[in-house]
T-cell receptor, first 116, second 115 residues
Framework: ETGVTQTPRHLVMGMTNKKSLKCEQH?????MYWYKQSAKKPLELMFV???????ENNSVPSRFSPECPNSSHLFLHLHTLQPEDSALYLC???????????????FGPGTRLTVT | GENVEQHPSTLSVQEGDSAVIKCTYS??????FPWYKQELGKRPQLIID?????GEKKDQRIAVTLNKTAKHFSLHITETQPEDSAVYFC??????????????FGKGTHLIIQP
């Protein structure tokens, strides 16, 4: 599947490193999302972008910094992470139509992040 | 904020039998309820969804029911097959009028189909 792609697929970083996760959607959607999936917690929403504007920040620590330069690309900048931030980070996109509640979110394959 | 509870965490059924997974939600403003299937090592994929203006929706062997008064919704899979083995997540969102809405997910149900 090539609808939503994420790079890198695996990342190991130290607590003092700075790295970025990249997501790209090829579906012409206008909304993009970051989710965190860990063994201890369900899929957790982190950020929502609609038409490049951040519309939701789900109380995410400032060591995670999102960037959405256009409707097709989404980044998650990481710095001074903690070991408990190790998880699968999933990007998703959807085509949201104002006036219609909810639309299918298409997920990318995820980036498996390990913080050492 | 929204809280979604999902039960059971693990469900084992014989091939050909039915499976039912139940979820409850807390925010009465929630109006969209999708179900996602995630196979091992793969991304979550939507299998069915329902909006609050209907009580039931079917797609072949899969059906979802919604009870808005009780704030619960359920996934029903009939005639289960080995390829149905996966983790299933329910989710909810409340349309805010501003476009995109993030999903609040349940903790997932690991469905095991016994041959």
């Amino acid at each position: 599947e090539t609808g939503v792609t994420q790079t890198p697929r695996h990342l190991v970083m130290g607590m003092t490193n700075k790295k970025s996760l990249k997501c790209e959607q090829h579906l012409g959607h206008n909304a993009m999302y970051w989710y965190k999936q860990s063994a201890k917690k369900p899929l957790e929403l982190m950020f929502v972008y609609n038409f490049k504007e951040q519309t939701e920040n789900n109380s995410v620590p400032s060591r995670f910094s999102p960037e959405c330069p256009n409707s097709s690309h989404l980044f998650l900048h990481l710095h001074t992470l903690q070991p408990e931030d190790s998880a699968l980070y999933l990007c998703a996109s959807s085509q949201d139509l104002f006036g219609l509640a909810g639309n299918e979110q298409y997920f990318g394959p995820g980036t498996r992040l390990t913080v050492t | 904020g929204e809280n979604v509870e999902q039960h059971p965490s693990t469900l084992s059924v014989q091939e050909g039998d039915s499976a039912v997974i139940k979820c409850t939600y807390s925010d009465s403003a929630s109006n969209y309820f999708p179900w996602y299937k995630q196979e091992l090592g793969k991304r979550p994929q939507l299998i069915i969804d329902i909006r609050s203006n209907v009580g039931e929706k079917k797609d072949q062997r899969i059906a979802v029911t919604l009870n808005k008064t009780a704030k619960h919704f359920s996934l029903h899979i009939t005639e289960t097959q080995p390829e149905d083995s996966a983790v299933y997540f329910c989710a909810a969102s409340a349309y805010s009028g501003g476009g995109a809405d993030g999903l609040t997910f349940g903790k997932g149900t690991h469905l095991i189909i016994q041959p």
